[in-house]
């Protein structure tokens, strides 16, 4: 059971706007900046979006994130069928035991 | 960058295994690397992670004494030694370049491995 709650899926058809949703709590996402991972079936996962709002270069404008308190947002705009696939986020957590990597459990999007 | 995972194979319960990373096109010494699983149809699992010095070094609950991450400045890789494993060590390992110079940590990854099968059965 991930500490990072996604919904487990997302559907659109090409052109429309899709977003996800990413809930942790204060000792992730609340005090830690949050990541999104894209993978294409049968890929490597790939960065989509960084410290919450910023995309590394390469990345389409389509793509957007945010974050407000415990959770964040992924958004994608113009959804093309090559954005079909699996989204992940990311974020570091301060737990009792020691900080660690978390994921979320992923948001699988389908493009009809 | 590149980052091309090897070491991966079938393998009896209770023994060991170890992975490689060999990296190009960045400077190795700068970045903190990761090691992040991906059990057959299932999401993404961190697993390890060394700063870019090699002061810090961190592991998941669930492979805590059983793995060990190091790597070679020299040779710009990065490696993980898996002891005592398990049916749910199964996975895909992928190893994963830390986003930001000098970093000791973070969840962000900017460049990934096509990933290496591990699988453990008797």
């Known amino acids: 059971q991930s500490v990072l709650t996604q919904p487990p899926s997302a559907s659109g058809t090409p052109g429309q706007s899709v977003s996800f949703s990413c809930s942790g709590g204060?000792?992730?996402?609340?005090?830690?900046?949050v990541n999104w991972y894209q993978q294409r079936p049968g890929a490597a996962p790939a960065l989509l979006i960084y410290?919450?709002?910023q995309r590394p270069s390469g990345v389409p404008d389509r793509f957007s994130g945010s974050k407000s308190g415990t959770s964040a947002s992924l958004a994608i705009s113009g959804l093309q069928s090559e954005d079909e696939g699996d989204y992940y986020c990311?974020?570091?957590?301060?737990?009792?035991?020691?900080?660690?990597?978390?994921f979320g459990g992923g948001t699988k999007l389908t493009v009809l | 960058v590149q980052l091309v995972e090897s070491g991966g194979d079938s393998i009896q319960p209770g023994k060991s295994l170890r992975l490689s990373c060999a990296t190009s096109g960045f400077t190795f010494d700068d970045y903190a690397m990761h090691w992040v699983r991906q059990r057959p149809g299932k999401g993404l699992e961190w697993v390890s992670l060394?700063?870019?010095?090699?002061?810090?070094?961190d592991y998941a609950d669930s492979v805590k004494g059983r793995f060990t991450i190091w790597k070679d400045t020299a040779k710009s890789a990065l490696f993980l030694q898996m002891s005592r494993l398990r049916p749910d060590d199964t996975a895909v390992y992928f190893c994963a370049k830390g986003c930001k110079l000098g970093g000791s940590g973070g969840s962000c990854f900017s460049s990934w491995g096509q990933g290496t099968l591990v699988t453990v059965s008797s």
């Open positions: 990311a974020a570091w957590d301060d737990t009792l035991s020691g900080p660690h990597v978390i």
């Open positions: 204060s000792s992730n996402i609340g005090s830690n900046t």
């Open positions: 410290n919450n709002d």
């Open positions: 060394i700063s870019w010095n090699g002061a810090y070094i």
